[in-house]
């Protein structure tokens, strides 16, 4: 997905970061944010990413990338944690979101000012929506922002759904860190998205560059290092050969920190071993 006029969120904030193109823009540091603002701008229902593609796909991987804040920092505010991918098969349900309520009667049901009563969340109810499917993103990747690497800035969800669905709403419902709702927004925000059909490709893959002997190794020197530091029984013999699958395994894949974080734990038990027979 490249054009921003497949975007929409009918709940962008006022004032702050309300041009949702940034989120294409392959640039870290501008962001997009829902509303936090009260009065007229605030909405008190499900915060959603709406997004439409060219043709219908069953299995979506979505990429989001952090906000970044003008001191470096990472934002898990507006994070989405747990979410919720809603699907429309006719075009018409994308001009639907808010509604007011109605009485028994028919009629627009008002508060005790006389103001009418909003149903933020009306499109979820015979407007076209259909619930899809439920996922978490998980932020493992980290990105460089200025020359800074910016730790699990860079997380992923993946969706199978049904067939024939091209026009989605990504409802937030949860945020990384989901105490802060100023005047009743749930809101959420990002430096960049993407959406990706979620298949494998045998041809692009990084892991299936790599010989199938060498994966089977490194599985194997995995799988018995894991065993041994459980057991508080690491051995020189076993990291060693971790290693050198490791440095096999490097020689044809450029991301190995499953691998380097599993060396880097048996070292550092290795290391303690030693140091304790001294």
């Known amino acids: 997905m490249t054009d921003a006029e497949k975007l929409k969120s009918p709940m962008a904030d006022s004032e702050e970061g309300k041009n949702i193109g940034v989120l294409l823009d392959g640039d870290a540091t501008t962001y997009f944010h829902s509303s936090w603002h009260g009065g ?18 069953k299995d979506l991987f979505l990429k989001w990338v952090k906000r970044i804040n003008s001191n470096g920092s990472i934002n898990d505010n507006g994070a989405p944690a747990k979410v919720t991918l809603w699907g429309a098969k006719d075009d018409a349900a994308l001009s639907k979101d808010k509604a007011n309520k109605l009485d028994a009667d028919g009629n627009e049901a008002t508060d005790d000012s006389g103001n009418p009563i909003v149903n933020f969340d009306a499109w979820k109810t015979n407007e076209g929506w259909d619930s899809l499917a ?29 067939a ?12 990384v860190n989901n105490s802060d709702k100023p005047n009743g927004n749930a809101y959420f925000h990002a430096s960049e998205f993407r959406v990706y059909e979620g298949k494998f490709d045998q041809v692009n893959s990084l ?35 971790l290693q050198a699958a490791y440095d096999q395994f490097l020689k044809n894949y450029p991301e190995p920190k499953r691998v380097t974080d599993a060396l880097a734990e048996a070292q550092s038990f290795l290391r303690l071993l030693l140091k304790a027979k001294l």
């Open 207 to 241: 892991i299936a560059s790599v010989p199938t002997a060498d994966v089977d190794a490194l599985k194997a020197a995995i799988a018995k290092l894991n065993t041994e530091v459980k057991a508080e029984k690491a051995t020189k013999e076993s990291i060693d050969a």
């Open 134 to 162: 439920v996922a978490n993103f998980t932020y493992p990747y980290d990105i460089t922002v200025n020359d800074a690497t910016k730790k699990n800035a860079a997380g992923y969800a993946f969706f199978s759904v049904p």
């Open 164 to 175: 024939g669905y091209k026009n989605f709403r990504l409802e937030v419902v949860t945020r």
């Open 40 to 57: 007229e701008g605030a909405w008190k229902g499900a915060h959603y990413l709406q997004f439409q593609l060219d043709e219908s796909k």
